[in-house]
């Protein structure tokens, strides 16, 4: 790759830090795995650079959840414990990762009536992965998808990929404090309590460390305590089975989901998938030719069940605006459509 094209990822990328690899292209070859788990090391480093100890505690949060998801099969399994894990986990992707996440932080694809509705998400998203560790690759991964410097993707490799969840977490701190400003404004619809540039410039992230840490402990009190209300502790430990196979899919998915193999066609395009689809929404060809919709279901035989549940709120009165209709060229797409 030539020093001008690196200037040019570099300048695409600048809120992200640069792989330890490096950036593989100008096509998108995969990295080693030698070179994926040295990167992954780097950003779970903690007893380096405190400023990794967020994507350290997360990586420990999933394996901590897989423990228990091992756990609850071996020592209750039956159909019955089966089938609510894996409601459990499509629960968890549809309402929060799809609906919250995907389309609402990512995509501003509708609007709550106030803060306070997305305040209410955000102090009961039982994934514990801050909204803006989502959000930020998640552009930049719909500005170049599959391209050198996308942070996840199928030319990563599946395993690159699988562990991007930490990597993808490595916030660029040496943004001026103009881009720091533009950046945490773009996120001030998540509704979450922000740092200083100078508590960035220490943590690395744009919400406040104490403010996501208390969010945290409140949804990871809340769902055990319903879990067990319901079933006592094996509802517990299904609750938390759940929440892993959630988190194992979507990583998967980042792979899967675009990869030349399963999710996309001759020209590298991703593919709808009936599986994603009806799980979670997630029509993946749908929503890359047009992200900014409410709804990625545009056949009538494609199931979204996340658009139904935006609508619902805004029957409720909780939205007050999503964008619904398909855009008749790239000019209306961006301004998008509201209903």
């Known amino acids: 790759m030539s020093d001008e094209m690196v200037r040019q990822y570099e300048y ?19 990295p080693t795995t030698r070179e994926v788990l040295a990167e992954w090391f780097d950003a779970v480093s903690f007893w380096k650079d405190a400023a990794r100890l967020i994507p350290a505690s ?24 089966v089938l609510s894990v894996v409601l459990i986990a499509c ?26 509705f997305a305040r209410l998400f955000l102090w009961t998203n039982p994934i514990s992965f801050r909204e803006e560790s989502y959000v930020i690759p998640h552009r930049i991964h719909h500005s170049k998808s599959d391209e050198p410097g996308d942070p996840y993707g199928p030319h990563l490799g599946w395993l690159g990929s699988y562990l991007a969840t930490e990597t993808q977490q490595k916030t660029n701190r040496n943004l001026n ?38 969010r945290v402990a409140v949804a990871n009190l809340i769902w055990p305590a319903l879990a067990y209300a319901v079933a006592g502790w094996p509802g517990v430990w299904a609750w938390i089975s759940g929440v892993f196979l959630f988190s194992f899919v979507v ?42 919709l409410a709804r990625s279901g545009l056949s009538w035989w494609q199931v979204d069940v996340p658009y139904w549940i935006i609508q619902l709120m805004k029957l409720c009165g909780a939205v007050t605006h999503y964008n619904s209709t398909v855009p008749a060229s790239p000019v209306t797409e961006t301004a998008g459509k509201m209903n």
Not at 15 to 27: E, F, Q, S
Not at 259 to 288: C, K, L, R
Request: charged residues 15%.
């Open 177 to 214: 404090p103009a881009e720091f400003e533009r950046v945490a404004k773009s996120l001030d619809h998540c509704g979450f309590l922000k740092n200083s540039y100078a508590q960035f410039q220490r943590t690395g992230s744009i919400e406040n460390v104490w403010h996501y840490g208390a």
């Open 251 to 292: 990583r998967d998915f980042n792979f899967r989901g675009h990869s030349s193999f399963f999710g996309t066609d001759q020209h590298g395009m991703p593919v709808n998938q009936v599986v994603y689809g009806i799980i979670a929404g997630e029509w993946h060809e749908n929503h890359h030719a047009h992200p900014r």
């Open 91 to 116: 629960f968890v992707g549809t309402v929060y990762n799809t609906v919250w996440y995907h389309r609402y932080c990512s995509h501003q694809a509708f609007k709550f009536r106030n803060l306070w």
């Open 58 to 81: 997360y990586a420990a949060y999933h394996l901590m959840t897989f423990g228990v998801f091992v756990f609850f099969l071996v020592h209750y399994f039956s159909v019955w414990a």
């Open 12 to 30: 695409r990328q600048g809120v992200l830090m640069k792989p330890t690899y490096g950036y593989v292209g100008p096509c998108p070859l995969r």
